[in-house]
């Protein structure tokens, strides 16, 4: 199923070649709810799948196929299915792919609504979840072989960019028969594929990276054929399709995903190596730093960069933050991440609001984190802005750090 194209004409090209109309350059909007036929043996023959073709748009639309099609060969999966949103997709594959009694393996610092589904979703419905230290690949290990029928990944993680040896874990979990997802969301196809890793599927919130401008919600999963079509059917049940709309605007952002992403991954690099020296930043989380715990298995299994994701923890705590965050200029202070603008977001007020402290400290998330999604600004004027915003955290919080 691998395209001999590189990323970024891909990134392009794939998935639009059979969706033009009378010789338009771009993938039409199919608006239409329904796609209407005179053979009715025909109409029967699509409606089963055994004939090419749309009928109702909760099941497939032109629109939504060409963004399915364009995901999945940048993937190199061999389907693809999408969601009306990140978590969408999420959802729908842990509930479409696990049954009571049945045992998933993950680790403790997802992103934060994934991390509900785990503790507080999941066991309703009888699922045993196991939550292991990020960092720690021998207790996941371990906890793999008391055995499992699902092994949920995510590399680098949300919020923390912690990076999981996919192809070590996933050989494990392979070993035991378990089906290994991994959310690609930071590190996107362009830096990483995971399914070139041992992966059978991938998931996306392409409400990030993949559109990569704040104005369009979408999911992605990528992966085994058979493994797909088992999500898509529960899709299909619980209504959670990929609007056309949405569809389009993804299909824009992702024409250039490779430019926006070489541009994030060179400056977060230069940002965090800049904030390593400062001295009211205790610690910053990011693999592209030689001294990153993750940093050597993000240098084999990232071939294409580093990410534009990355975090760092103000010494001050929660106060800090509170002080720093204000001051940017050049920074939404939003609940996203991935677009043009450079967005900062404390994992308190975002990605993990709905946790109590108690809950983010046990998932490693200290009170000062700060997560800060660089943009495609020039990298000196963000700087510039950073070094502004520090200074207003006051020196006393250094001091009696």
């Known amino acids: 199923m691998n395209d001999a194209r590189r990323p970024g004409t891909l990134s392009i090209w794939a998935g639009e070649e059979r969706s033009r109309i ?104 009888g699922v045993d ?13 371990a906890r793999i072989d008391e055995g499992l029928d699902l092994l949920y990944l995510e590399s680098p993680t949300n919020p ?21 997802v991994v959310d690609n969301t930071f590190a996107t196809p362009i830096n990483q594929r995971p399914l070139t890793l041992g992966a059978d599927l991938v998931i996306h919130s392409a409400t990030k990276y993949l559109g990569g401008h704040a104005d369009a919600l979408g999911g992605a999963l990528v992966g085994d054929a058979e493994l797909v079509r088992t999500v898509t059917d529960f899709r299909e049940i619980n209504g959670a399709a990929l609007y056309p709309e949405a569809a389009y605007m993804l299909l824009r952002g992702m024409k250039t995903l490779q430019i926006r992403i070489e541009r994030q991954n060179a400056s977060a690099l230069k940002i965090a190596r800049w904030l390593r020296d400062h001295p009211k930043v205790a610690r910053v989380f990011y693999p592209g730093l030689e001294d990153d715990p993750g940093h050597e298995i993000a240098v084999r299994q990232s071939p ?23 001051a940017l200029k050049l920074a939404h202070r939003a609940a996203n991440l991935g677009a043009v603008e450079t ?59």
């Open 129 to 141: 979840c196991v939550l292991c230290d990020t960092a720690d690949h021998d207790q996941i290990e």
């Open 304 to 326: 294409g960069g580093f990410g534009g994701m990355l975090s760092f923890e103000l010494h001050g705590d929660f106060e800090a933050v509170k002080r720093f965050a204000p």
């Open 22 to 125: 009378e010789g338009a350059t771009q993938v039409p909007v199919v608006h239409s709810v329904a796609h209407g036929y005179d053979d009715l043996d025909h109409w029967r023959d699509v409606s089963l799948g055994d004939a090419e073709g749309h009928v109702y748009a909760r099941y497939t639309n032109p629109t939504v196929d060409a963004f399915e099609e364009k995901i999945r060969v940048l993937e190199g999966g061999e389907a693809a299915s999408a969601f009306a949103s990140g978590m969408a997709a999420i959802h729908t594959t842990l509930f479409a792919l696990l049954a009571p009694g049945e045992r998933v393996v993950s680790i403790k610092d997802t992103y934060g609504g994934t991390s509900r589904i785990f503790m507080n979703h999941l066991p309703k419905f």
């Open 160 to 180: 923390t960019c912690k990076v999981l040896d996919i192809e070590r874990l996933a050989a494990r979990a392979a070993a035991k028969g378990a089906t290994v």
């Open 343 to 401: 967005i900062v977001a404390p994992p308190r007020t975002g990605s993990h609001v709905e946790l109590t402290a108690e809950e983010r400290a046990a998932l490693g998330i200290p009170e000062g984190l700060v997560r800060y999604s660089t943009g495609i600004e020039d990298v000196e004027d963000l700087i510039l802005d950073l070094d502004a915003a520090l200074a207003q955290v006051p020196d006393r919080f250094v001091a009696t750090t």
